[in-house]
T-cell receptor, first 111, second 116 residues
Framework: QKEVEQNSGPLSVPEGAIASLNCTYSDQGSQSFFWYRQYSGKSPELIMFIYSNGDKEDGRFTAQLNKASQYVSLLIRDSQPSDSATYLCAVPSGGYQKVTFGTGTKLQVIP | SAVISQKPSRDICQRGTSLTIQCQVDSQVTMMFWYRQQPGQSLTLIATANQGSEATYESGFVIDKFPISRPNLTFSTLTVSNMSPEDSSIYLC?????????????FGQGTRLTVV
């Protein structure tokens, strides 16, 4: 089993809809989780992190964490074409500051 | 957050040659990381660069092919040696900050390498 798993997509949503991106992880001891956005040809940029069970909201983004199910998700409300990118789930491992990335989910927001 | 400057941003190299990529962080960081991202793929960790000691390489990556230097707490280099077309990829430098609960990884802008 891979350490961090994501559906590769592409996930297509119409403009204004909610995009839901999912990630599962294998290490039960993982404490914190990160979502990165990567535009084509660019480096990843951090958009959210969460370490407590439940929801964390930041603008149009909500991260949801369920440690019992080893599941973390990212919701994007009122999706915009500018949100079209690959979203990478990341989990610190092997000494905390080493981060393992999922394969990423490609999101397409259709105008 | 840390600001990371990476250069070159891109290069086209002949097979059999070597390229050294530089990574400069605007603050002192304990750990720096080098990733490779092949076309359409996610990030694969090459090695962890620790100041004052040899780099720690992940499975499938060896020092002879990817020598790394870490002379101080703000700088690291990755060399891609004896390049082949299979080494064509984006190489990313990253620095970690924070403790166990809120470790974040910050990235340089990447080096797009094409080997011909």
């Amino acid at each position: 089993q891979k350490e961090v798993e994501q559906n590769s997509g592409p996930l297509s949503v119409p403009e204004g809809a909610i995009a839901s991106l999912n990630c599962t992880y294998s290490d039960q001891g993982s404490q914190s989780f990160f979502w990165y956005r990567q535009y084509s040809g660019k480096s990843p940029e951090l958009i959210m992190f969460i370490y407590s069970n439940g929801d964390k909201e930041d603008g149009r983004f909500t991260a949801q964490l369920n440690k019992a199910s080893q599941y973390v998700s990212l919701l994007i409300r009122d999706s915009q074409p500018s949100d079209s990118a690959t979203y990478l789930c990341a989990v610190p491992s092997g000494g905390y500051q080493k981060v393992t990335f999922g394969t990423g989910t490609k999101l397409q927001v259709i105008p | 957050s840390a600001v990371i400057s990476q250069k070159p941003s891109r290069d086209i190299c002949q097979r059999g040659t070597s390229l050294t990529i530089q990574c400069q962080v605007d603050s002192q960081v304990t750990m720096m990381f080098w990733y490779r991202q092949q076309p359409g793929q996610s990030l694969t960790l090459i090695a962890t660069a620790n100041q004052g000691s040899e780099a720690t390489y992940e499975s499938g990556f060896v020092i002879d092919k990817f020598p790394i230097s870490r002379p101080n707490l703000t700088f690291s280099t990755l060399t891609v040696s004896n390049m082949s077309p299979e080494d064509s990829s984006i190489y990313l430098c990253s620095a970690g900050q924070g403790g166990a609960l809120n470790t974040e990884a910050f990235f340089g802008q990447g080096t797009r390498l094409t080997v011909v």
